[in-house]
Structure formats: C-alpha cells, structure tokens
C-alpha cells in the first residue's frame, strides 16, 4: 500500500524544532540575580534556596548552596579576576572554613570572616613567603610564623600585618633577634646574636642598639654601656679578656673622654682619652719601676706618647751631651769586644733600636742583647747601639756612622768566612723601606735598605743572620739576601707592623720572635713560623676588640733563606 505523504513535512519540521525547544528550555534561568547573574538550581517561595549555580556575563561562576536568597554554605565561587575559592560561605560572602586560590599563585587556606581572612589561616604567597598563624581583618595579627624565601623566619606576635610584640627573627645565615619588635622593627628589649657569637643584649631601636645594654664579642670581651646607633657611645665599661678592665667614656667603641685603663700587668692609667689613644692630661703608674726606677708618667700625652716638660729639657741637653761624649762612649763599647774563641764557629751580636722618640725600641733592643748573651754565647761579642733619651751618655748611639764603625769591628776579631752575625734591627720603617734613626732634637739621616746592604758588603763577613722589627721591612729582603744569610722581616715590603707604643716592653714581631717562640725552638726558621701565627692572632684580635669593618690588616712577616746558611747554621 502505498504510503500518504501528507504527514511526513509537519514529522519532518517537528524533528527539526524539538531540540532548539529542549536547549532554550535547558538555558532558560530559574531566576536573576540583582546584579544580572543568572541562577540554575531549585527556588523556596521565589527565593534561590537549596543546591544551584550562578552565571555571570562577567564570567564568574558560583556552584553550591543558598539559603533564602543568598549564597549560604557549602560552595565553589570562581571570581571574574580567576580567583577560586572552595569553602563555606555565609548571607553572600565568604565566611567559615575555606580555601582561596588566586591568580597570581598565591593560595590561602583557612578561617574567612566577611570576605577577609579572619581567624586561623595558612597564606603562601607567590613570591615563596609563607604565614601561618592568627589572621585578623585580613592582617596578620596574634600569634604566628612568617618563612621567607631567602631563609629568614620569624616566630613571634604580630599587628597590622608587622612583627609586634614579643617574637625572634632567625636569618637563616646565622643572625638572631629575639626580644620586643614594634611596626616590624626590632625595637624595645632584647638581644641580638651574630653569626660568629658574639651578642648584644639590652635596648634597640630599629634593628640598632640604642640605650643601656651589653656587648660580648667571640672572644668574650665585654663591653657595657650606652649605645647610640649600634655603637658604645657615652659611660661605659670594657672587661678584656685578656685581663685589663676600662671605665670611662666612649665614642663609636674607642676610648675617648675620662677614663680609667687598668691593664693586666698592672699598671694603671687615669685620664683623657682621644681614638683609643692616651690624650690630654693624664697619669699612667706602673706596677713595676721602669728601667730608670720611675713608677709613673704624669703630664700631657699626645696619641699615646708621653710629652712632659723634663723629658723635653732632657733630650734638649742630650744633644750637647751627644756632641761631646759619643764617640768616646762608641769607641769604649767598640773596644770591649773580645777576640772570637778558636777551634769552633763563632756567633757575634748587634742589636740597634732606631727611634729615641719611643722607648720601646731600646727596650728590645736590650732584651735581644741579654738574651743573646745568656743563651747563644754572645756574652764580650755583642754591642748595642740605641737612641733614646735615656742613655746618651751611657750607649753609643744608632747611626748610619756607628752602624758602619761597628761592623768593621766586628768583622776584625771574627773569622769573617766561618762565624756568624746576628744583627737585630728594630724601629719605625717607611714604605720608601728606610729604618728611621732619630735621637731626640737629632736630625739624624734615616737608613735605606739599598745602604744597609752596601754595608754589610763592605764589612766582609759572609755567614748573617739579620732580624728587621720595623714597618714594610719586607722591603729590606731584595738588598740583603744571598744564600749565606738568613732575613727575617717582621712585615711584607707594602705592609705596616704594630705594637710600637712608647710603654710597650716589645713590638708585636719582637715579642712573638725573640720573647714567646725563640726559647722553644730549635732554629731560627721554626721559631719565625711559631711567631708568624702569634703575629696574626694577635693582629685579628685587635680588629674584633676594635670592631673595625672590612677586612684585618695583617702585618705578613717574611723569611728568606737558603740551604748553605742553614746548613752552616746546624753545625
């Protein structure tokens, strides 16, 4: 039977139609939102109420629940900036227990209140910082933990989103803080530990000490006081491990202003103070009478050196003194020298201090010479040449003249081609690498080293031992090494040497070479590789007591030898 045509246009155009039908039915909202959103999802008297989801033009997008007409609950809200969060909300915002993870990265999870993070929380931010704690208003306030990226953290109290109250910063490189902190700051009562050790205990504004506290380095000196800006500034207290205690003025970690140093040997000084310095009006008394019987030097100092009036009438007539009794006083001391003894090497000694302006050069001086006589048999084969205002008419003094003079005489009673000279030369040295000799109100011309060399040529004697306590008496090694002589400097050729202060007993070198390393050797080169290390630790010890920044200045002392003189040395 054939089949009517007459139904199949109204099949065919109903077919077409009825999908378009079922999708405009399917996009259809159940109701708008006031701000234009669109909502799918189940209604209660008109209101969206239950499960459901809004769409924004925007492209915004909330999936969860509602309760009478707001978003209420459990819920997923992708904001128009691409922020996500996943929590509870309550009468339209975010409220209650949540997760919000945000464009940049950042993610937050924990207590919401009113859209803002309120309450418990843990916030990772983009940039690699962490917190987790107490939350406020979206602040960081309360109690928490903030990691850096970089390695710092701080535990502690915050307010305002800055560290506040009491809490500790941890750098991650050493350094702690740990006491009060205000608007991020360290700033009130606490202490500050530095990666060395060393810590500073008391008031702080900003990160810096500021007020009373107390300062304890690595090595357990103590400074205690006012601080301003990070340095002891104003009274103030130093207890030196090494014994000696100052109480006194400071400014920026130096003695500066009235004072009171009582050093470990004893002795006291009571007075003004300048850059760490003696300066001004002061006293200084000695446990122990000098040399010349004095217990104390009461005047004026300059920068460290004692300038009164006696010793300026003194070295006035010590010039006259000089001019009339020196070559006598040389030509006594040049006699006195004893034939060498034969049938075995001999050593023979001249020791010269340079500078009259400071005692401490004769002071070694004598020491070298004493010990040289007692422990090395120089005892009638040993002079002295010294400067000082002390001893003009006693010593001869050190001149380019009596240095010269003293050589041929020694080299005429020794065996010039088997014995040894030890000749010890201590002074201030200059960077041209000239030995200063200076006798008090004495123009006297320096010695380079480029002279000292020709006369040491001159003299004939090959076998030397030559010791050099002076700055940048490096220099000295180029004009006077060969391989029968042994050169010991007590600096490198560009670097200064320390511990020449007038009331000293020793320089640095000279005390670490001839008092503390030489007695417990058993050669000359091991007893400079002792004294090498007291030297620098030493030198590092004053640039930590000093606080001093950069890098410590390090004398370097040199030896120069060679295997003919240490052979000749051994025999």
């Not at 030890?422 to 200063?436: A, I, Y």
Request: proline content about 3%; some cysteine; charged content about 25%.
């Amino acid at each position: 039977m054939p089949v009517s045509l007459r139904w199949v246009a109204p099949l065919a155009a109903l077919c077409i139609a009825w999908p378009a039908l079922v999708l405009a039915q399917e996009l259809r909202p159940d109701a708008l939102t006031s701000d234009g959103g669109r909502y799918f999802g189940t209604l209660k008297d008109g209101k969206l109420h239950g499960k459901g989801r809004i769409e924004w033009a925007n492209g915004a997008r909330y999936v969860g629940e509602m309760n009478q007409g707001l978003i209420s609950g459990q819920g997923v809200m992708r904001f128009r900036n691409g922020d996500i969060y996943d929590g509870e909300f309550r009468n339209g915002v975010m409220d209650g227990l949540g997760r919000l993870q945000m464009r940049d990265g950042s993610v937050y999870a924990g207590d919401f209140k009113l859209d803002l993070y309120h309450g418990s929380g843990r916030l990772e931010l983009a940039n690699g910082d962490v917190y987790q704690g107490d939350f406020v208003n979206g602040e960081y306030r309360g109690r928490g933990t903030l990691s850096y990226k970089d390695g710092r953290k701080y535990r502690g109290e915050f307010a305002k989103g800055h560290y506040s109250g009491q809490g500790r910063l941890d750098t991650g490189q050493g350094e702690s803080f740990e006491g009060e902190f205000a608007e991020g700051n360290f700033t009130g009562k606490g202490i500050y530990t530095r990666a060395d050790g060393a810590t500073h205990e008391g008031s702080f504004v900003r990160w810096r000490g500021n007020g009373p506290g107390r300062f304890t380095d690595n090595e357990g000196n103590v400074f205690e006081g006012e601080f301003t800006n990070g340095n002891l500034s104003g009274r103030g207290r130093l207890r030196g491990k090494a014994g000696f205690v100052y109480e006194g003025e400071f400014r920026a970690w130096r003695f500066h202003g009235k004072g009171s140093l009582r050093m470990a040997n004893g002795d006291q000084y009571s007075g003004s103070f300048a850059n760490g310095q003696y300066d001004g009006e002061g006293v200084l008394s000695y446990a122990r009478p000098r040399d010349d019987g004095r217990t104390e030097d009461r005047g004026i100092w300059r920068e460290g050196r004692f300038e009164d009036e006696a010793a300026r009438q003194l070295a006035m007539r010590n010039v006259e003194l000089a001019l009339y009794s020196q070559q006598s006083v040389l030509q006594g001391a040049l006699g006195s020298l004893a034939p060498r003894d034969p049938g075995r090497i001999n050593m023979y000694m001249l020791a010269l201090g340079g500078d009259g302006t400071q005692e401490v050069f004769r002071r070694e001086a004598a020491f070298v010479r004493d010990q040289f006589d007692s422990g090395f048999g120089t005892r009638n084969r040993s002079l002295a040449l010294v400067n000082s205002r002390t001893t003009v008419t006693e010593m001869p003094m050190a001149t380019i003249t009596s240095i010269r003079e003293s050589l041929k005489a020694i080299a005429a009673r020794m065996d010039r081609e088997q014995d040894i000279l030890f000749l010890f030369l201590t002074s201030h040295g200059s960077k041209e690498h000239e030995l200063v000799l200076s006798q008090n109100n004495m123009g006297l011309r320096s010695l380079p080293a480029r002279e000292l060399g020709g006369l040491l040529r001159e003299s004939g004697i090959l076998w030397k031992v030559i010791v050099i306590s002076a700055c940048y008496a490096g220099g000295f090694i180029e004009h006077l090494k060969d391989e029968r002589t042994l050169v010991i400097a007590a600096a490198r050729q560009d670097r200064p040497s320390f511990g020449c202060e007038d009331d000293r007993d020793f320089t640095y070198f000279g005390r670490a070479y001839f008092k503390e390393s030489l007695p417990k050797s058993g050669s000359f080169e091991e007893a400079f590789s002792k004294a090498e290390a007291l030297v620098r630790e030493w030198e590092l010890r004053d640039f930590r007591e000093r606080k001093k920044s950069g890098t410590p200045e390090f004398s370097y002392p040199q030896i120069y030898q060679a295997a003919p003189i240490n052979a000749h040395l051994r025999r």
